[in-house]
Structure formats: C-alpha cells, structure tokens
C-alpha cells in the first residue's frame, strides 16, 4: 500500500519546467477536443436562418433573393466558393461583405444603419454573426473553393499576400511576424503558418467560430479587425478590399480542404 | 421569451443518443458589467426529460454550468416514433421546453 | 501583331497566370506603393492608433524591399542611425525588477482601445520565456531564462540590454521585436525596470 502511495508522489517531484509547459499544451489540446464535440453554434445557426428569412429594412424583403454567387437564395456550397468576383458589385467579395451588398442594395439599408453593430457579445449575436454561422453551416462537407480565375480575383490574392509580408504599425508587424515560422506560439497559443497550404487548410476549415472562453461568436471580419488592434495598426475599414484580399489569401491558400462547419476554439 | 433550443437525436436500438443545446446566460451573480455592478444570478435550476409523456431525467444544476449548456445523454427502451420532451426552468421563473419525434 | 493574334495572345496570358500559393512574397518598391495605398485607404484612426502609424519609416521600408534579410551595406548604416536616437539614460541604468515583472507580465497599451496616457506592458511573455515559475510563455522570441546569471549585471551589459529594448532593430535590422522606447510603448523608468527584471541576480529571471 505505502509503495502505490510513493509512485504519483516520484511522478511529480520528477516534473521539471519543461515537462509542464508539455503537459499544459497536451491538457489545452484535450480540452479543445471536448469542446469540439459540443458547441452552441448550431443555435446560431438556427436564430441565422430566422433573420436570412425576416422582411427587414426600409424596403421590407427578405435576404432570400440575395445572390451568394451560386444564384439568388442558393445557400448550400455558397460559402464554400467565397470570396470571389460578383459582376454586378465589380468587386471581389467575401460573405460579409456580401451580406452587407444585400442588405443596402435588396433590404434598403443605408451602409452605415447595416453596419452599426458588426461585432456582438457573449449576451447577443450581431445579425451578421448569426447569418454568417447559418450561410457558413450550409456549406458543411463542401471543399473550400474561392474564386482563382477572375482577374480581380488573382488581384485580391497578391494584394492578401503582399500585404500578409509587409510590415508597418507601431510594432513594425506583418501577418508573417507571428505567422510565419514554424513552431512558434504567443503564450500559449501555437501561431500557425498561414501561407502554407497544410496550415492554411484546418483554419479555412474551421472559422466562423464559437469561441468558449468568452462565449462569443466571431466572423473573419472580425478576426482580421482582432489582428489588427494586436499589432498595434489603426483600424481596417469593415468590409474593405484589403479585408476581403487578406481573407482570399488565407482561402486560397488552403483551397481544397472540406469545410467542417462553424468551428468551436479556445 | 427564450431563444429556441435545439435537439439533436440518434436511435441505436432501443437506445436514444440525445444532445439538447440550450440557450442560456447561467450568470454566476459575480461577474460585473462594464460599470463594475454585479450582473443579477439568472440560470437553468432545473430540467426535465420526458418520454412520451413519462419523466425519465430530472436534473438540478447550479450556476456552476457555463453558458449555453449542451445536455448530453442516453435514453434505454425507445424507439421510432417515440416523442421525446426537454424543459428547463430557470431561478427567475422562466421557462422552456423542445420536443421531437425520434427517427 | 496582327489584330487576330492579340485576342488569341491575351486568353493564352490570361489562362497561365495563377495564383502562387506556398511562396513567402517578395516585395518590389512598387508593391511597398501599392500596399501603403491600400492601408491608407481601407484603414482609418480610432482612439490613439493613428494612421501616422502606416507611413513607413527607414526601418521598415529596408526589410519590406529585402524581405528581412538586407544586405550589410543597407542594414549597418540604418542600424547606426537607430543606435544613435536612442535616448540612454544618464546614471543607473537598473530599476526595481519586482516593478519589471508586472510590465513583462502585462499585454496592454497602444492599442486602440486604450485609455490615452495610461501606462502600456511590455509585452514580454508573449514571445519570451523570461522567470521559471511562469509556465504560460511564448516562444516568438528566444528564452530569456537566466539572463542576468549568464551575462552579468555589469555597466555594458545594462547599456546592452536598455538600448536593446528601447530600439531591437538598432541591433539587428529586421528584428521581429518591436522598438519598445521608440515606438513610445514604454518610458526610461519601464525599461530600467525591464533590465533589472533580466539582470539584478534577485530577480525570479535569475533564480
């Protein structure tokens, strides 16, 4: 009996600090499994087909007839192709700011009442967060696959990937500083190289994102906006071309993956 | 008036694998808003799964679950066809239920 | 050319250009143009991140053109010039490392949510590895355990590690550290702190 006491007492006298920075990372990852396996945002998804299907705005319709680049109201594989070239924008288009061409142009808003709250809260979605997980939940098992052929849409893929290698700010940051060599994390949390297919291909996968630790659910206009404030830049403009770029060339990037739906992270 | 909650179930012989997701704030009464004043205690006390009408889970949680709970569990002896009723209700009196038929 | 062949001649163009996928970009001068266009025009200031913050200084514009690795030629004289604008305090130059440790520890400041003039963190457990009892450390940066036990806590090496934190890129250009005093992150008193956090043999960073 002494004998069973002694040995997860020689266990943890035998712990150094690098041992436990190892365990720490192993408990985060099966931590991040758990959480996989259950996650609100299929009631997201749920409250996002309510609005996709609610006359709003001054010209009171509905987001049915939108066009997300299969046909108006097609919604399975829509998010899928994204972002891509939208003749009637001449634009190169991610999903929110085809939502936003939608709600000004079919519904009637002005730009600014559709973007007054972008970015909810643990208490409350935005509209675009709940439509976001909704169109994006329609797109489950479908191979990721923007838009490569368009002019514009090559252009917005350089134009991400310039961008995703230039450094300026504050901090005299680009995208590469943290996302661009391997083996690196800030805190705890592993930086994926994301101008890499292999590494691109589980993040593309993966966002819109339930994100638990604060409850919130989170776009990648958001992410991007995050990235942003964290490197000390002013603030992008939502929805704008160097949004869209960055988001084409993160997709493009890891073109092919199946997408698996609104992810659930840390 | 709660949001909806939604139910995810599977039958695997007589047993049915079920997953509720519940639309819930659970605050802890010690969390403070951006004033510093404390949010108010408000979360699921109870809830309740019933089997073509027969009660077969009554659970009691505490503010100790976090937000948005997800209720997993199995059900032994149902079968096709069989409706299948969650409830919760909350410390302030509210209240919501969801049924499906299972397949 | 004949009119017949330049249609013929655009599609065969238009059909070969594809997207480089994989490939680190290298950035031309006038890509820098191109790119600090674009940030000026789909960006815009909101609390103290201000688009002074987009125009590129000499640092910056030296390893955007060499993909962070100019040539010496190009590096050492921008380095000197960096070196030089370091305002090096006159006196001891180590503070109260209890007080560095709270700025290490801190990820707050400049950022456009903060409060105009509070005081920033230095941001130092996001890439660094600095005392062992802190488990939750980045690996962006080298660890900095046992600093001060490896190097000592002498005049130069004070002098070192202040001006180091001040201006990293004055010591190695592209540096992915971000210019702590030149950037106006962290005043004197902070960076004093920060050395002693790395250097006094009391600090847990030494332990």
């Known amino acids: 009996m002494s004998l069973a006491r002694w040995i997860p007492a020689a266990a943890f006298a035998c712990a150094c600090a690098g041992a436990a920075a190892q365990d720490a990372k192993k408990e985060i990852e099966k931590y991040q499994r758990m959480i996989a396996d259950s996650s609100p945002v299929e009631l997201f998804e749920l409250e996002g087909e309510a609005l996709w299907k609610k006359k709003q705005g001054p010209k009171h319709v509905s987001l049915e007839a939108c066009d997300l680049g299969l046909g108006a109201g097609v919604l399975k594989g829509a998010y899928a192709r994204l972002p891509r070239y939208f003749a009637d924008a001449d634009r190169v288009m991610d999903l929110e700011t085809r939502l936003l061409h939608c709600m000004t142009t079919l519904q009637g808003h002005s730009r600014e009442d559709a973007t007054k709250r972008v970015f909810g809260n643990e208490d409350r979605l935005s509209e675009m967060e709940y439509l976001s997980a909704y169109i994006a939940g329609q797109s489950r098992g479908m191979p990721m696959a923007p838009g490569t052929s368009h002019p514009k849409e090559q252009a917005a893929f350089e134009l991400g990937r310039k961008t995703f290698f230039y450094r300026a700010g504050a901090w005299d940051f680009s995208c590469a500083s943290c996302h661009g060599e391997e083996g690196k994390r800030i805190r705890m949390q592993d930086l994926p190289v994301l101008y890499k297919p292999e590494n691109a291909r589980p993040v593309v996968a993966t966002w819109p994102a339930y994100r638990v630790s604060n409850s919130q659910f989170k776009t990648m206009q958001w992410r991007l906006n995050n990235c942003f404030q964290q490197m000390r830049y002013p603030e992008p403009n939502y929805a704008s071309d160097i949004t869209v770029a960055l988001t084409m060339f993160l997709t493009a990037t890891g073109e092919g993956e199946p997408y698996r739906g609104p992810g659930t992270k840390r | ?103 | 050319m004949t009119r017949g062949a330049i249609p013929g001649a655009i599609f065969l163009l238009a059909a070969c250009t594809s997207i480089h996928v994989g490939e680190p970009a290298k950035l031309s001068e006038r890509d820098l143009s191109e790119v600090h266009a674009v940030l000026k025009r789909d960006f815009h200031a909101r609390g103290i991140a201000t688009m002074a913050r987009i125009e590129p200084d000499s640092v910056q514009t030296a390893c955007n053109l060499h993909h962070d690795h100019p040539p010496a030629e190009v590096a050492r004289p921008i380095e000197e010039a960096q070196l030089k604008a370091i305002r090096f305090p006159a006196g001891e130059l180590m503070g109260d490392w209890r007080r560095g440790q709270k700025i290490a520890e801190s990820g707050i400041g400049m950022q456009w949510t903060d409060k105009p003039g509070s005081p920033s963190g230095g941001s130092c457990y996001n890439c660094h590895q600095l005392s062992p009892q802190e488990q939750s450390f980045g690996t962006v940066g080298p660890s900095l355990l046992a600093f001060g036990k490896a190097r000592g806590s002498g005049a130069e090496t004070q002098r070192y590690v202040f001006g180091k934190i001040y201006n990293a890129k004055a010591y190695n250009l592209c540096s992915q550290m971000p210019r702590m005093g030149h950037s106006g992150t962290l005043n004197e008193q902070q960076i004093k702190d920060l050395v002693a956090y790395l250097l006094d043999p009391g600090s847990p960073v030494n332990q």
């Open chain 2, 1 to 103: 008036m709660a949001d909806p909650m939604k139910i995810r179930a599977g039958l695997k012989g007589d047993i049915a694998d079920v997953r509720v997701l519940m639309n819930h704030p659970m605050e802890t009464g010690q969390r403070k808003d951006g004033s510093g004043n404390l949010i108010p205690l408000h979360f699921i006390q109870e809830i309740a799964v019933k089997l073509n009408g027969k009660t077969v889970i009554d659970a009691q949680i505490s503010q100790a679950v976090s937000r948005n709970p997800v209720f997993s569990f199995r059900v032994k002896g149902a079968k096709a066809g069989d409706k299948l009723e969650i409830s919760w209700l909350d410390n302030r009196g509210e209240r919501n239920s969801t049924e499906t038929s299972l397949a």
